[in-house]
């Protein structure tokens, strides 16, 4: 079955750009749609992105001037990049996959990568 | 900018009873609503989308409801993995955007 990672730094210093990746593994990350949540300790997860197989992408409106996803459909894998981070980035940053079933794509996710602390600080 | 409230925020039970969570749009959202379960220290898990699908592998016993602007997630007979976290989540086309509610805890009693 599908699985995700998310791989990269940990530590991040302020104002620098936090780059993720996600590796989809037992199948392929073609004609699926593919996304970036975040969850802060002890709060709600926080949609940031996705992007479909195509390469076309939907940003949340609060963090669209400094989120870029892309994808690297030769090493099966897709990418998060957030620039000028601050503190208040410093969360839990999980790869998702949209949902798909025999009636077209919906609006969740159903896998998720084990996700990937990431701390902002000096 | 259309807000969820999930109500209650925590929720004590005893494993065998039924859980009642509800989930509040501040427009209407039709029925693009999820429902997620997280454990400690696990990503969230995908229970229902689109108000009341089941998503694979799912339990019978996890059902969702409602349409417009409030919408219920119900869990028959709590088995002890069921005292978690629950989020609900939606998608708006205007601006075109996901987000998720505060959650609700559920509790052994």
């Known amino acids: 079955q599908v699985q995700l990672q998310e791989s990269g730094p940990g530590l991040v210093r302020p104002s620098e750009t936090l780059s993720l990746t996600c590796t989809v593994s037992g199948g392929s990350i073609n004609n699926e749609y593919w996304g970036w949540i975040r969850q802060p300790p002890g709060k709600a997860p926080e949609y940031l992105g996705f992007?479909?197989?195509?390469?076309?992408?939907n940003y949340s409106p609060s963090l669209q001037s400094r989120v870029t996803i892309s994808l690297d459909t030769s090493k099966n894998q897709f990418s998060l990049r957030l620039s000028s981070v601050t503190t208040a980035d410093t969360a839990v940053y999980y790869c998702?996959?949209?949902?798909?079933?025999?009636?077209?794509?919906?609006?969740?996710?159903?896998?998720w990568g084990q996700g990937t602390m990431v701390t902002v600080s000096s | 900018e259309i807000v969820l409230t999930q109500s209650p925020a925590t929720l004590s039970l005893s494993p065998g009873e039924r859980a009642t969570l509800s989930c509040r749009a501040s427009?209407?959202?039709?029925?693009?609503l999820a429902w997620y379960q997280q454990r400690p220290g696990q990503a969230p898990r995908l229970l229902i989308y689109?108000?009341?699908t089941r998503a694979t592998g799912i339990p019978a016993r996890f059902s969702g409801s409602g349409s417009g602007t409030d919408f219920t997630l119900t869990i028959d007979s709590l088995e002890p993995e069921d005292f978690a976290v629950y989020y609900c989540?939606?998608?708006?086309?205007?601006?075109?955007?996901?987000?998720f509610g505060q959650g609700t805890r559920l509790q052994i009693k």
């Open positions: 998702a996959r949209r949902v798909r079933d025999s009636t077209g794509y919906h609006d969740a996710f159903d896998i």
């Open positions: 992007l479909s197989y195509t390469g076309s992408t």
């Open positions: 689109d108000a009341y």
């Open positions: 427009q209407s959202i039709e029925n693009y």
């Open positions: 989540q939606k998608r708006s086309d205007w601006p075109p955007d996901i987000t």
